[in-house]
């Protein structure tokens, strides 16, 4: 017969030294508290850019023009980071795409503007300060009308010159003629046409390339790491100049674009359609 084992269970089981009871509930606001911090860490992000907007306005009326257009591309640094922060970590919400754009109208429309008011548009007293509040409008437009179309148009082009672009070219124009040695005021008429081609091109219908679909990058991994460490290299080599050129290179990109495309000649598919329909016929007796 075999033998029963008749130890017996305790009542209370002994937890083990350092573990109490309310671990799984301290546990649980643990984790709720590090969901909290993530959903704020985007707006964080955001504010952060804002803060380097005002930083950018207030270095523009002392007259330090190169460090205010360098905030702004700071400003559009921590812009590009909150957005794919938020898209990461999944905490994408209304209010801070909301937020997000209200501080684009602020690094993007009027720090912008405010810099190249100060810096080249001041002797122009009502055109200037005209063209720079045009430059404003022109860029909340095409942030609403992004708000408005956003999941309603191709995600690979942009429509209108993004904001962050046209900003990105005032503030290197303005790192650019530092560093060579011009004189704005020897070049206020085309900085005036400058303003008003990106405040057109902002609210026109050219589309942009977005740099979201990163097809050839997965296709040629090699390629596309030797490109981005040469383009490093470059920036590396000429900081205050490679920019300028980039930013430039990426405006002129949409109409060259769009006028290729219009001097292309289309396929002649509605030709075709005829023909395949006489060959397919039968022959006549």
């Known amino acids: 017969m075999a033998h029963k084992n008749t130890r017996k269970r305790p009542f209370f089981r002994r937890r083990p030294r350092g573990e109490t009871g309310d671990e799984p509930r301290e546990r649980g606001a643990r984790i709720r508290q590090m969901k909290k911090s993530i ?13 380097c907007a005002f930083y950018s306005i207030v270095c523009a009326i002392k007259g330090a023009f190169v460090l205010s257009a360098a905030l702004i591309l ?11 922060v938020a898209r990461l970590t999944k905490t994408t ?3 801070g795409v909301e937020l997000d754009s209200l501080a684009d109208v602020i690094a993007f429309g009027v720090a912008p503007a405010l810099l190249m008011y100060q810096w ?4 122009y007293p009502r055109v200037g300060w005209v063209s720079a509040f045009v430059f404003v409008a022109c860029g909340a437009l095409r942030l609403a009308r992004f708000n408005v179309q956003t999941g309603s148009i191709d995600p690979k082009r942009f429509i209108g010159l993004p904001i962050p672009a046209a900003a990105g070219m005032v503030a290197t124009t303005v790192i ?4 060579v040695g011009l004189n704005p005021a020897d070049y206020g008429v085309p900085l005036l046409i400058l303003v008003y081609a990106l405040s057109f091109l902002m609210v026109s219908g050219v ?8 097809a050839l990058v997965k296709q040629k991994p090699f390629s596309s790491t030797v490109a981005f460490v040469l383009l490093l290299a470059l920036i590396a080599v000429a900081p205050f100049v490679v920019p300028f050129f980039l930013c430039a290179g990426y405006v002129i990109s949409g109409p060259v674009l769009m006028l290729v495309t ?3 000649p289309k396929r002649p598919e509605a030709s ?4 395949a329909e006489e060959a397919d016929a039968p022959a006549p007796s």
């Open 120 to 123: 080249a548009l001041a002797p």
């Open 74 to 84: 700071v400003a559009g640094f921590f812009d590009g980071l909150d957005g794919r």
């Open 262 to 264: 219009y001097v292309r």
């Open 272 to 275: 075709k359609a005829p023909a």
């Open 176 to 179: 650019f003629f530092d560093h």
């Open 93 to 95: 919400t209304r209010f």
């Open 207 to 214: 589309r942009y390339h977005a740099f979201k679909d990163l």
């Open 39 to 51: 959903f704020i860490l985007p707006s964080l992000l955001t504010l952060t850019s804002v803060f």
